[in-house]
């Protein structure tokens, strides 16, 4: 990756690179620009374009071989706040980054904070708004819902702004992701609908057995594939945080069995699901635990979110 520059460069320059990342990789490698000082991020035709005015941080990203480039020094920032507009997710939400606070909710609409930079809750990954859109589709008034893995807590907040009258919990295994959670919560003035819950997968709720809806962004990495994940999120990050076993599903799996204990009969399980796990996630779901199992893809036809119904007894939605 050398730059082929001049010893005496001026300083008011930086550099870029140009990342391809599949549809599995791009939001790990997004928080980790962040976390290595990223000076601001693009998106552009076919990847993403991150800046440094370091080129020995540059250098860090040398694995995932994205094409370097010297750039004149301007506002990134300011191209990176471009670059993540609010969104419209579902019918009824508005997700936004810090920086716009000053852009007015649309009508009818909840406004639920995201922030880029984080890997889990960012709002932004396209099966965190068919998460959305399904909570819109299947969740009714009164149901207890619990979402594993909150983050900084968008969908939690969603379902305590929709279900008025429900039980909402929220919990994470990091206790700094449930300290945004409930910032947030506080800031949307929903703290007192959702109960955040520091626990592994569900066994803080391990008594309980009466969910309508158990929710889930869990971790999937595999232990195989370390190595298309950066080595400061690899050596320094919590593994439990990033790594779900040999094969990524060990989470996953716990999750399956502990949802299945949690909810009501003909409750529904969602969650959502790595670029190629598919049928490892679907043959999991034993058909005499589980049915009318869904593979729910997103606008380019990857599978995203996975969901089934407690066999137990039947729940038209």
């Not at 300290?179 to 007192?192: C, K, M, S, T, V």
């Not at 990495?221 to 320094?236: I, L, Y």
Request: proline share 7%; aromatic share 8%; hydrophobic share 45%.
């Amino acid at each position: 990756m050398s730059p082929g520059k001049p010893e005496a460069y001026p300083t008011s320059w930086m550099y870029s690179l140009f990342f391809r990342p599949s549809p599995d990789r791009e939001e790990l490698l997004i928080a980790e620009l962040w976390e290595c000082g990223t000076s601001g991020i693009v998106e552009e035709d076919g990847g993403i374009r991150a800046f440094f005015d370091d080129l020995n941080l540059a250098q860090r990203f040398a694995s995932d071989a994205p094409e370097l480039r010297e750039e004149e020094t301007i506002d990134w920032a300011q191209a990176t706040r471009d670059a993540w507009p609010p969104i419209l997710a579902g019918q009824r939400f508005f997700l936004t980054p810090p920086w716009c606070d000053n852009i007015e909710t649309p009508p009818g609409r909840l406004r639920l904070p995201i922030f880029p930079g984080m890997a889990c809750g960012t709002g932004r990954h396209p099966a965190t708004q068919l998460a959305l859109e399904a909570i819109e589709q299947h969740v009714r008034p009164g149901d207890r819902v619990v979402d594993v893995g909150t983050g900084s807590g968008c969908v939690a907040l969603a379902l305590a702004h929709e279900l008025k009258s429900a039980a909402v919990y929220a919990v994470d295994v990091s206790a700094d992701a449930l300290e945004i959670a409930r910032a947030n919560a506080a800031r949307l003035q929903l703290d007192g609908r959702v109960r955040f819950m520091q626990s592994n997968v569900l066994e803080a709720l391990a008594d309980v057995c009466d969910f309508d809806f158990v929710v889930s962004n869990p971790p999937y990495v595999g232990f195989g594939e370390a190595d298309k994940v950066q080595k400061s999120v690899r050596d320094f990050e919590p593994r439990v945080a990033v790594f779900a076993g040999e094969q990524g599903l060990d989470v996953i799996g716990l999750l399956i069995e502990q949802a299945h204990r949690a909810l009501k009969p003909g409750g529904w399980l969602a969650m959502e699901i790595g670029y190629s796990m598919r049928d490892a996630v679907v043959n999991l779901l034993s058909p005499t635990m589980w049915e009318d199992v869904r593979v729910v893809p997103d606008l380019q036809g990857i599978p995203r979110v996975v969901a089934a119904r407690s066999a137990k007894q039947r729940r038209d939605v």
